[in-house]
C-alpha cells in the first residue's frame, strides 16, 4: 500500500480523502455507510454564530450532471454545535473540522473563537462567500479586501489550523488566494459553488425560492480543476481541491493539479461509500504506477 498521508499546515490527514461542508451533516448520519476514522478528515455542516432557518423551500434542483441548492446554511448556531454536537462527534478518530460562516467579520471571528476552545477540532474551514450584510450583500470572497477582512479578524482569534474557503465567482481567484495567504491562512480550499438557475417552465418561475442557487456536481468540475491549478502555482500554502469530484480519477486529477487533498461533496448523495471507494482507487491508482508516495503525483503536471 503507497504512503497516503499528506498534511495542510500542522494538521496531519492519514490519507488525502476529506468531505465537502454540507454534503455529509456531522458524519454522524453516515457512519452506517463508511467507517469514519478511514477518512482524511470531515468537514461538518456550516455553523454560525447564531441560529439560522435558512432559505423557504423549495431549496434544491436537479440538473443536468449536478444540482442546484439554495440551503441558506441552516444550523442552530455555534452554541448549539460546541453543547450538543460536539460531544457526539469528539471522539471520532479523524480531523473533525468546523465549516464557520456569518455576515461580518466580527460574527466570524466570534464563532471560531467559540470552536477554537475545543480541543478535539483541530480545524476550521471558513465560508468567505457568504454575503456582507454592511456591503450591500455583496460576498466576502468575492474582492480581495472582503477576503482579507474575514481572514485578518479570524486569525486575531483563532489559533489552530485555517482553511479559507474560496468562491469561483470571481475575476481572478488567484488573487483572492494571495490576499488569504497574506493575512495568515494556512490553507485554501476551491470551489465552492458556481452560481445558476432553473426554471420550471410549466409554472414560469424558477425552481429555487429565491430564484438561483449554487450549482454543484460533475458539471464544475473542469472549472474547478482549472482553478485548483492556477492557485496552486499562485500560493505557497496547501491547496485543498473539490468541485465535481465522483471517481478516484477525478481525485487524481485534482491531485495532479496541485491539490495536496481533496473533499467529496454532492457525489455523497449518489454513494453515501464514495469517500472510501475513491481513497482505495487513488491507492490502486498509485500501486499500479509504482508510485510509493502520494507526494509523487501531487503537482506533478
Known amino acids: 500500500m503507497a504512503e497516503l498521508s499528506v498534511n495542510i499546515g500542522a494538521l496531519a490527514l492519514k490519507n488525502p480523502v476529506m468531505t465537502a461542508s454540507g454534503t455529509f451533516g456531522y458524519g454522524l448520519e453516515f457512519a452506517d455507510f463508511v467507517p469514519l476514522d478511514q477518512l482524511g478528515g470531515i468537514i461538518v455542516k456550516g455553523t454560525t454564530l447564531k441560529p439560522r432557518e ?54 466570524y471571528a466570534e464563532c471560531a473563537a467559540r470552536i477554537d476552545a ?74 465552492n459553488t458556481l452560481m445558476g438557475m432553473a426554471i420550471d417552465i410549466e409554472h414560469r418561475r424558477s425552481l429555487l425560492s429565491i430564484g438561483t442557487g449554487g450549482l454543484s456536481g460533475p458539471c464544475v468540475k473542469p472549472v474547478a480543476l482549472r482553478m485548483v491549478w492556477q492557485v496552486a502555482k499562485a500560493v505557497k500554502i496547501p491547496v485543498v481541491g473539490l468541485g465535481g469530484i465522483t471517481t478516484a480519477n477525478d481525485a ?11 473533499e467529496i461533496g454532492t457525489a455523497n448523495f449518489l454513494d453515501p461509500a464514495v469517500t472510501i471507494k475513491v481513497r482505495d482507487g487513488i491507492n490502486d491508482w498509485l500501486d499500479r504506477h ?5 507526494h509523487e503525483i501531487i503537482g506533478c503536471i
Do not use: W
Open 252 to 262: 487524481i486529477e485534482f491531485l495532479m493539479a496541485g491539490a495536496t487533498a481533496i
Open 54 to 107: 435558512g432559505n423557504d423551500y423549495p431549496r434544491m434542483a436537479e440538473t443536468a450532471s449536478g444540482m442546484l441548492n439554495c440551503v441558506g446554511l441552516q444550523n442552530k448556531g455555534v452554541d448549539y454545535f460546541c453543547e450538543h454536537i460536539y460531544p457526539q462527534i469528539k471522539d471520532i478518530d479523524t480531523n473533525m473540522i468546523v465549516n464557520v460562516s456569518g455576515s461580518s467579520p466580527e460574527d
Open 290 to 294: 509504482g508510485c510509493k508516495d502520494i
Open 118 to 191: 475545543l480541543e478535539k477540532i483541530p480545524a476550521i474551514e471558513l465560508n468567505i462567500s457568504c454575503p456582507n450584510v454592511k456591503d450591500g450583500g455583496m460576498a466576502f470572497g468575492v474582492t480581495c479586501q472582503g477576503a482579507e477582512s474575514v481572514v485578518r479578524a479570524v486569525r486575531e482569534r483563532y489559533h489552530k489550523t485555517l482553511i479559507v474557503k474560496l468562491s469561483p465567482n470571481v475575476t481572478n481567484i488567484s488573487d483572492i488566494a494571495k490576499a488569504c495567504e497574506a493575512q495568515g491562512a494556512d490553507s485554501v480550499s476551491l470551489i
